[in-house]
C-alpha cells in the first residue's frame, strides 16, 4: 500500500506532532487538511468527507495523550476509529429463513461483478452453512449473463435453474418451486444488470422482490468506482431497499472511496467484500481490517493496543531514551528481548506492521527461540561486560569464554555483537533523517 496518500500523508504530520504533550486545535487543523485532501483524492464523497473532518476535529482536539500512545499516534487512532464509523457495524452475514428456503436476491449494474459474487456467495453459504444453494438465472436481457451463470455453477458445482430468455418474473416463480422440489434450502437469484439505472430494469427488478420476497436483497458494487458506486447504490436502494452490498473488486482498489462512501450516502450496509477472480476470494466485510489497509498500516492499531497492555510506559519509555544515547548495551538489549516476547512472537508483530505483508512469510520462519539463545548468551556475561560491549569486543578471550559458558559458538556471539550493532546503527540513521527520507522509508518499509 505504497502509494496510499492518507496514510503516507498522516505518518508525515504524526511525526510533527511527536513530542507534544497535548493536541492544540492548531495541530489537529493541519492534520485534518491533510486528511481531507487524501480523502478526497480517494474519491470518497465530499459529504462524508465534510462529516468525517467535523467529527474527528470534535474527539481530537484537547484530548489528553492516553498513556503510552503519543498524540501522532493517538490522531491516528481517532481517524482510523471514525474510518471504522463511517463503513458501518461489524460484518453482518446473511439472514437466513428460520424454516424453508432462504432466498437471496442479487442486484447490480453490468460489469459490477454481480456474477462472480453469486458464485462466491454460493460457495461460501455452502462452506458456511452446508445449505443446498441453488442459482436462478433472471437475468433475461444478454444470453451470455445466462451463459455465463451456468458456467460458474458448473465450476463450483452449483445448479443454475434457467429458462432460457423468457419473463424474469416467470423464471423466477418456477425456479422458486423447483428448487422445493428438489430440496434446496439456499436459492441465490440473479436479476437483470444494464449498464445504467432505468426504469424497466428497476420494475422489473421491483416485481422479482415481490414474487420472491427474499430474505436478503444483495447489491453488488464495484470498489474500483469510488463514490459513483455510493451514488449508484442510493438510486436502488431507494426503490429495492436492498439489506447489503457486496463490494467487488477490492483487490484493485487501494484507496477506498467506495467503502466510505457507500454507507453513508446509500444507507446499505456493506456485508461482503470480494476481492479476486478466484471462488475462494470472498469473505464478511470488516470495518475495522478496511480501515487499516486504507490507512496503510497493516493492523498498527492492535499492534499498538498490544504493545500499550505489554509494555509498562515508563518501561518503555526508557528504552527509547537508552536506544537514542548512546549507552545502549547488553543488559537493554535483553529488556528488549523480553519486552518483545510479551508482545507476541516475532512473526505476528511483524504481520502487524505496515508493510511488512511482503516478508510476512519469510518471518514466520524467524525462529523465536533465537531470542531465547541470544538471551542466553547474555547472561553469560559478566556484569561488567553487559555494560561495556567494548569489552567483548576487544578480546577474543572473553568471546571464547562467554560462548563456552552458554554452550554455544562464537559465531553464535558475533551474531548478538552486530544485532546489537544494528540497533544502534538504526537509531542513528533515524534521529538524522529528515522528513523526506522518513516519508519514504516509511513508502518502503521493507527496504
Ligand atoms: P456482472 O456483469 O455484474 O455479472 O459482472 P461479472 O461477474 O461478469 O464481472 C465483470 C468482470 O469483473 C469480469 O471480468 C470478472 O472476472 C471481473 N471481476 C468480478 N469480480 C472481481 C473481483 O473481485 N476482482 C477482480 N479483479 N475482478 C473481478
Given at each position: 500500500m505504497a502509494e496510499n496518500s492518507l496514510s503516507s500523508r498522516l505518518q508525515m504530520a504524526m511525526r510533527r506532532l511527536t513530542g507534544r504533550g497535548i493536541l492544540t486545535e492548531?495541530?489537529?487543523?493541519?492534520?485534518?487538511?491533510?486528511?481531507?485532501?487524501?480523502?478526497?483524492?480517494?474519491?470518497?464523497?465530499?459529504?462524508?468527507?465534510?462529516?468525517?473532518?467535523?467529527?474527528?476535529?470534535?474527539?481530537?482536539?484537547?484530548?489528553?495523550?492516553?498513556k503510552g500512545l503519543n498524540p501522532g499516534q493517538q490522531v491516528v487512532k481517532i481517524v482510523h476509529d471514525e474510518l471504522k464509523r463511517v463503513m458501518g457495524e461489524d460484518a453482518e452475514g446473511i439472514n437466513y429463513a428460520?424454516?424453508?428456503?432462504?432466498?437471496?436476491?442479487?442486484?447490480?449494474?453490468?460489469?459490477?461483478?454481480?456474477?462472480?459474487?453469486?458464485?462466491?456467495?454460493g460457495v461460501y453459504i455452502r462452506k458456511t452453512e452446508k445449505k443446498n444453494v441453488m442459482f436462478i438465472a433472471a437475468d433475461v436481457y444478454r444470453p451470455a449473463a445466462i451463459e455465463q451463470l451456468v458456467t460458474?455453477?458448473?465450476?463450483?458445482?452449483?445448479?443454475?435453474?434457467?429458462?432460457?430468455?423468457?419473463?424474469?418474473?416467470?423464471?423466477?416463480?418456477?425456479g422458486l418451486k423447483y428448487a422445493k422440489e428438489n430440496k434446496y434450502n439456499c436459492v441465490i437469484i440473479d436479476t437483470a444488470?444494464?449498464?445504467?439505472?432505468?426504469?424497466?430494469?428497476?420494475?422489473?427488478?421491483?416485481?422479482?422482490?415481490?414474487?420472491?420476497?427474499?430474505?436478503?436483497?444483495?447489491?453488488?458494487?464495484?470498489?474500483?468506482?469510488?463514490?459513483?458506486?455510493?451514488?449508484?447504490?442510493?438510486s436502488f436502494h431507494e426503490q429495492l431497499n436492498a439489506t447489503g452490498a457486496i463490494l467487488t473488486?477490492?483487490?484493485?482498489?487501494?484507496?477506498?472511496?467506495?467503502?466510505?462512501?457507500?454507507?453513508?450516502?446509500?444507507?446499505?450496509?456493506?456485508?461482503?467484500?470480494?476481492?479476486?477472480?478466484h471462488m475462494d476470494t470472498f469473505e464478511l466485510f470488516h470495518p475495522e481490517r478496511m480501515a487499516s489497509r486504507i490507512l496503510g498500516m497493516g493492523d498498527v492499531l492492535t499492534l499498538i493496543e498490544k504493545a500499550t497492555d505489554a509494555i509498562d510506559e515508563d518501561e518503555a519509555k526508557s528504552m527509547m531514551d537508552k536506544l537514542m544515547s548512546d549507552s545502549f548495551n547488553y543488559n537493554d538489549l535483553l529488556k528488549q528481548f523480553k519486552m518483545i516476547k510479551r508482545m507476541g512472537s516475532m512473526s505476528k508483530i511483524l504481520g502487524f506492521m505496515p508493510g511488512m505483508g511482503k516478508i510476512k512469510d519469510a518471518a514466520s520462519k524467524i525462529d523465536d527461540k533465537q531470542f531465547d539463545k541470544m538471551s542466553v548468551l547474555i547472561t553469560s556475561m559478566t556484569e561488567k561486560e553487559r555494560k561495556d560491549p567494548s569489552l567483548i569486543d576487544k578480546s577474543s578471550k572473553r568471546r571464547e569464554r562467554v560462548a563456552k559458558g552458554s554452550g554455544m559458538s562464537v559465531q553464535?556471539?558475533?551474531?548478538?555483537?552486530?544485532?546489537?550493532?544494528q540497533q544502534k546503527?538504526?537509531?542513528?540513521?533515524?534521529?538524522?533523517?529528515?522528513?523526506?527520507?522518513?516519508?519514504?522509508?516509511?513508502?518502503?518499509?521493507?527496504?
Amino acid at each position: 500500500m505504497a502509494e496510499n496518500s492518507l496514510s503516507s500523508r498522516l505518518q508525515m504530520a504524526m511525526r510533527r506532532l511527536t513530542g507534544r504533550g497535548i493536541l492544540t486545535e492548531k495541530d489537529i487543523d493541519e492534520m485534518m487538511r491533510e486528511v481531507r485532501l487524501s480523502l478526497l483524492e480517494a474519491d470518497v464523497n465530499f459529504k462524508v468527507v465534510k462529516q468525517f473532518i467535523a467529527n474527528i476535529k470534535e474527539q481530537a482536539v484537547g484530548e489528553k495523550i492516553l498513556k503510552g500512545l503519543n498524540p501522532g499516534q493517538q490522531v491516528v487512532k481517532i481517524v482510523h476509529d471514525e474510518l471504522k464509523r463511517v463503513m458501518g457495524e461489524d460484518a453482518e452475514g446473511i439472514n437466513y429463513a428460520s424454516s424453508g428456503i432462504t432466498t437471496i436476491m442479487t442486484i447490480g449494474l453490468q460489469g459490477s461483478g454481480k456474477t462472480t459474487a453469486i458464485g462466491k456467495l454460493g460457495v461460501y453459504i455452502r462452506k458456511t452453512e452446508k445449505k443446498n444453494v441453488m442459482f436462478i438465472a433472471a437475468d433475461v436481457y444478454r444470453p451470455a449473463a445466462i451463459e455465463q451463470l451456468v458456467t460458474i455453477g458448473k465450476q463450483v458445482g452449483i445448479e443454475v435453474y434457467e429458462e432460457g430468455l423468457k419473463d424474469a418474473r416467470d423464471i423466477v416463480t418456477n425456479g422458486l418451486k423447483y428448487a422445493k422440489e428438489n430440496k434446496y434450502n439456499c436459492v441465490i437469484i440473479d436479476t437483470a444488470g444494464r449498464l445504467h439505472i432505468d426504469e424497466k430494469m428497476m420494475s422489473e427488478l421491483v416485481d422479482v422482490k415481490a414474487i420472491a420476497n427474499p430474505n436478503e436483497i444483495l447489491l453488488t458494487v464495484d470498489a474500483m468506482t469510488g463514490q459513483d458506486a455510493a451514488n449508484i447504490a442510493k438510486s436502488f436502494h431507494e426503490q429495492l431497499n436492498a439489506t447489503g452490498a457486496i463490494l467487488t473488486k477490492l483487490d484493485g482498489d487501494t484507496r477506498g472511496g467506495a467503502a466510505l462512501s457507500i454507507k453513508e450516502v446509500s444507507g446499505i450496509p456493506i456485508k461482503f467484500a470480494s476481492s479476486g477472480e478466484h471462488m475462494d476470494t470472498f469473505e464478511l466485510f470488516h470495518p475495522e481490517r478496511m480501515a487499516s489497509r486504507i490507512l496503510g498500516m497493516g493492523d498498527v492499531l492492535t499492534l499498538i493496543e498490544k504493545a500499550t497492555d505489554a509494555i509498562d510506559e515508563d518501561e518503555a519509555k526508557s528504552m527509547m531514551d537508552k536506544l537514542m544515547s548512546d549507552s545502549f548495551n547488553y543488559n537493554d538489549l535483553l529488556k528488549q528481548f523480553k519486552m518483545i516476547k510479551r508482545m507476541g512472537s516475532m512473526s505476528k508483530i511483524l504481520g502487524f506492521m505496515p508493510g511488512m505483508g511482503k516478508i510476512k512469510d519469510a518471518a514466520s520462519k524467524i525462529d523465536d527461540k533465537q531470542f531465547d539463545k541470544m538471551s542466553v548468551l547474555i547472561t553469560s556475561m559478566t556484569e561488567k561486560e553487559r555494560k561495556d560491549p567494548s569489552l567483548i569486543d576487544k578480546s577474543s578471550k572473553r568471546r571464547e569464554r562467554v560462548a563456552k559458558g552458554s554452550g554455544m559458538s562464537v559465531q553464535d556471539l558475533n551474531r548478538l555483537r552486530s544485532a546489537l550493532d544494528q540497533q544502534k546503527k538504526m537509531m542513528k540513521q533515524m534521529m538524522n533523517m529528515d522528513e523526506k527520507q522518513l516519508d519514504s522509508m516509511s513508502k518502503n518499509p521493507t527496504q
